[in-house]
């Protein structure tokens, strides 16, 4: 699809703002203050990693520049709950506003990475306007090219085939790594948090509001797993358990003798926040309940049930 039809289709549903294109870039429309006057908005993204290029993840088609309104750029990042620890990078990152607000607002050092070089000579500029051109760095390349394995939060921008096409290298980020997504999603893999905020200072769109969305990787939990339960002279926790992205099918079973309270199996859904979940071994609101946590390719799991002490199982992979 040629940039004068995909802009125009997107700007018909006028989800997204108004954009020029990269300047510079073929088909661009000028510099990052000569705002083009196309719309973007939701083209469908409904592929699944299987159905990408393999091993060809950068995009040709380029993704316009679009300003994120500074309300919206708050609300991304509190949607990802920047704080003391984390390292942020913003892959197409314009002027470089979500990089320097993480670090003026949040003392959150971070990457912008931009492909245009105009744009991050004027980031760097805002940046030490802003005083944190310490915390905030930026480098013009392509976001493909970046190295995502130092950062914890990661923000986009972008256009929903490019958010696929990063999503299998996001996916390989530390578990507990946040993404939030600026009106794009990333098709079947669902957000675990979506919300819709007014956005007036929005360059174009009809509804003049914005989507975002936020995924935690989760760490992999598939597969068959066994460990023996503390405190018990036999008892054996087993997990089988399926995995698509963040949510859990859980099969368990006790091996051996079922402590009392505790049923000798069952099946149940949950969801995977990084490398911890949650779950119910049972029906009902004073079922047992479980926490498992996934480290160094062993689940730590801590069992309640009646009123009794937590009792832990390491479980191996079998
Ligand atoms: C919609 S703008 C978002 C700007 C900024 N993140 C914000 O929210 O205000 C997308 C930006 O991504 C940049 N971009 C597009 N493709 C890129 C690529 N492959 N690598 C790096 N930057 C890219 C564009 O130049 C543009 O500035």
Redo the contacts with the bound molecule.
Sequence with gaps: MNRRRRLALLGAAGALAT?CA?PGRPGGAGSPDAAGSAGIAAAPASAADGALPVGIPR?TE???????PQSVVDAMLALAGVGPGDRLV?????DG??VITAASRHGVPGLG????ER?VALSRQLAEQAGVQALARFVAQ???DTDLAPYSVVTL??LPEVNLALRPRLLRMAPGTRVVS?DWDMADWLPDRSLTLPAPGKPVGLRRESRLHRWVVPAAFEGAWRGRLAGERDATLVLSIQQRFQRLEIEWRIDGAAPVGLPAGGRTQARAEGDRVSLRLGAGAGAPVAGLRLRQGRIEADLSWGGGPPRAALLQAV
Aim: aromatic share 10%; glycine share 10%.
């Design positions: 954009g990269a995009v380029e993704v316009p520049y679009v300003q994120t913003d892959l197409g990152s314009g506003r979500v990475v931009e492909l245009d744009l392509d976001l493909f921008y972008l600026h």
